[in-house]
């Protein structure tokens, strides 16, 4: 029985996901468990596979071999269903320019058949706990890279998904933002998924209850930041990653 | 699936208006079809009941015109990496597709209606042939379908709106223009079979047809199968490029 509740929590799974490009191996069989209410980050230096994998997990690539499934359906056969349960946001260039911050949000709101109380509800809901309330007539290509940040995830949080995706979510952001914003993402990794990658250690210890660190598309650590500072006690988080990625190489 | 194209269509024809596109395109055609109609199609010299000085070069300016329409429907998605944000949201390939290509059509179906009023000052004036016009326009409908459908596959193939308008310029024309005729000859079939086979393929042969008003299944066939052949080999396209 506990087993069986183990089973139904490992709400992300990944097995010997692969993905080349060309002879290129961008992702070489890894394999993870997520469980809810756990909020990962994915760590590694440029080049390891972060994006790759990201897109594997939001099914915008598809894996050379391996499959992941997310609440038990396979991503590749129910493709559509799992995509309901992601809110996904890419590194750059997700945001559409001529359309004002409250229209990208209904547009996105629309694509997933959100509307009515629900809408206006989680518009409300986003709107309020981003800060967006003083841009939301501006049309994004005025915005700051903060706000235009900001936007991204409020797109992603419209449908109040079970897993997030996030690709270096507080680049651009001022300390104040990235403070207000790392809080938010907190409470909210309480009861869902929040899977994030970064290259800034302080907000892995910060936000992240585990890491997992790639290098060369290979997954060398799947720790907690804690146990990651522990390997090498005489230094700090920076050091071991520092450690691991050049031990490896 | 219905509400998901909707909303792509919506999006996609607010993009075209509330820039200057639009109005810039609708200006450019309605200018060089009445000068053509009126100055090289010889509108007041012919028998032209049936519009056909109007008609006759439409297939030409919707070569220039189209590709200015489809041109950034998916390049500019490539090039700024919105195509990403919209192909991890849960909606199928198809719907998305199907959007931007009836944006696209309707921007067309806007064009047209501009030229309206000619039929019109045609039956206060003179005794016009209404049920060949009609056919005319089917004509040219069907024309404008298969280009925008043509215009959209050739976007998806390319990161750059200004390499996608001139390619599908090229390809457009050489689809106007193309008689297969000497192709078919060089593989020595008879000569009846030679003559339906590159008639079949010729887009002219069939505009011709509905614009005289000999529409027939045939000729609705033909362009109708250029719009699926089309949309297909687009969600391939970007089904491709996402793997």
Not at chain 1, 42 to 47: D, E, M, V
Not at chain 1, 195 to 203: G, L, N, R, V
Not at chain 2, 56 to 83: C, D, H, N
Request: proline fraction near 3%.
């Amino acid at each position: 029985m506990v087993e069986q509740n183990k089973e139904r929590n490992k709400m992300i799974v990944a097995k010997n996901l692969c993905k080349n490009y060309g002879r290129i191996q961008a992702v070489n069989n890894v394999n993870f468990c997520i469980s809810k209410g756990e909020i990962v980050s994915l760590l590694g230096p440029n080049g390891a596979g972060k994006t790759t994998l990201m897109r594997l997990l939001t099914g915008y690539a598809e894996p050379t071999s391996g499959e992941v499934s997310i609440f038990g359906q396979n991503l590749k056969t129910q493709r559509l269903s799992c995509l309901k349960k992601i809110g996904y946001v890419p590194e750059t260039g997700f945001l559409y320019p001529d359309m004002s911050v409250a229209d990208f949000l209904r547009y996105t709101a629309d694509l997933r058949g959100i509307s009515g109380a629900e809408f206006v509800e989680n518009f409300r809901n986003v709107v309020e706990n981003l800060e967006l309330k003083s841009v939301i007539n501006q049309k994004i290509e005025t915005l700051s890279k903060g706000f235009k940040r900001r936007t991204g995830i409020a797109a992603a949080l419209i449908h109040n998904p079970e897993v997030l995706i996030l690709d270096e979510p507080t680049e651009g952001l001022d300390p104040n933002q990235k403070f207000s914003l790392r809080s938010y993402l907190k409470s909210y990794g309480q009861d869902k998924i929040i899977i994030i990658s970064t290259h800034i250690m302080e907000e892995v210890e910060a936000m992240a209850g585990r890491v997992i660190l790639l290098n060369h598309g290979k997954l060398v650590k799947d720790t907690s930041p804690q146990e990651l500072k522990e390997l090498f006690p005489e230094h700090d988080i920076e050091t071991a990653f520092y450690k691991i990625t050049s031990e490896v190489e | 699936m219905t509400k998901q194209w909707q909303t792509i269509f919506k999006k996609e024809t607010l993009a075209f208006f509330e820039g200057m596109q639009a109005w810039v395109i609708l200006s450019a055609y309605i200018v060089l079809s009445m000068f053509i109609t009126f100055f090289i199609g010889g509108f007041f010299s012919l028998n032209n009941a049936g519009l056909f000085s109007y008609f006759y070069f439409q297939p030409y300016i919707l070569a220039f015109i189209i590709p200015a329409v489809t041109m950034r429907l998916w390049s500019e998605e490539r090039k700024t990496g919105t195509l990403e944000f919209l192909l991890t949201q849960p909606i199928p390939l198809l719907s998305i597709v199907l959007g931007k290509f009836l944006s696209s059509w309707f921007m067309c179906l806007c064009m047209f209606l501009l030229s309206t009023p000619l039929w019109l000052g045609l039956n206060l004036d003179f005794e016009a042939d209404n049920l060949n016009i009609l056919s005319g326009y089917i004509g040219i409908i069907l024309v404008a379908g298969s280009f925008c459908a043509l215009g959209c596959l050739i976007s998806s193939f390319c990161s750059s709106p200004a390499v996608s308008y001139l390619l599908s310029l090229g390809i457009l024309l050489f689809f106007c223009m193309a008689d297969f005729t000497s192709a078919f000859q060089k593989l020595h079939f008879s000569p009846i079979v030679e003559n339906k086979l590159s008639s079949m393929l010729n887009l002219e042969y069939h505009y011709q047809d509905i614009i005289t008003g000999q529409i027939g299944t045939d000729n609705i066939v033909f362009f109708v199968l250029i719009i699926i052949l089309s949309l297909g080999l687009n969600t391939l396209s970007i089904e491709y490029k996402r793997n």
